[in-house]
């Protein structure tokens, strides 16, 4: 079955946030949770993350940063967050979000060829059935990053911090994910700055809405051959 367990993040040994996510990559997801939520601006700012025992995790920010003004970046000073769906975005965050600048074209076939092969890498899903998957994919289909987790949140925050800790180019990759394109988890991928964000799942109205405001490629519905494409169509190449 699939193993879900709290984790406890402290930055600078203030108190941040618990997540419940499946307990492995933790290191990755956190880096990839403070990059995609902007607590962070890069994974540069991070100096250590180490986890202990009964998922306690100390997020040891740069000296530059002002932790208590980056804790104001948060809704309440201390908060759980749920594998299930990680709660609704806040409309004045899209107020905010600066459209992707990236030139990068991109197959349709690799996209299709990426998201589908999602199933083929979920050791995890094909065993327990109850998480979701998410990879970061150069535009020629390289994989870079990929992660499993229970909630579809983390397993994107996984592999953002994945392919952040790899000093990856986010401007020149798309992001695969088997989970429902909502407005938080494209708000995740305009954050870091990923053009193109494409799912086996559906996009909801929130979700496109945040790609129309940051400029970014979305796409659902991607299996077998076909897909539906909601924004910015041009950086899909048809052949």
Known sequence: MAEEAPIHIFMNMKPYATLMCTPKDLKELVAGHLLSEGVVNT????????????????????????????????????????????????PQFVKRLKPVQSAVRVKAET??????????????????????????????????????????????????????????????????????????????AARVGLPVVASISAALNSGIEVARKANLTLIGFVRGKSMNVYNAPERILLS
């Open 111 to 188: 996209v299709q060829k990426c998201v589908n092969n999602l199933n083929r890498m979920a050791e995890t899903f094909r065993k327990t059935g109850g998480v979701h998957v998410a990879a970061v994919y150069r535009v020629d289909g390289t994989l870079v990053a990929f992660a499993e987790d229970v909630g579809r949140h983390n397993a994107v925050d996984k592999a953002l911090g994945k392919a952040a800790m790899a000093k990856t180019p986010f401007s020149e990759c798309f992001l695969a994910l088997s989970g429902r394109l909502t407005a938080d988890i494209i708000l995740k």
């Open 43 to 90: 994974v540069d700012e991070i100096q250590e993350i180490t986890v202990g025992e009964e998922g306690i995790c100390n997020v040891k920010l740069a000296p530059s940063v002002n932790v208590e003004r980056r804790l104001k970046l948060v809704s309440r000073l201390y908060r759980i967050i749920p594998s299930a769906c990680g709660g609704p975005y806040n």
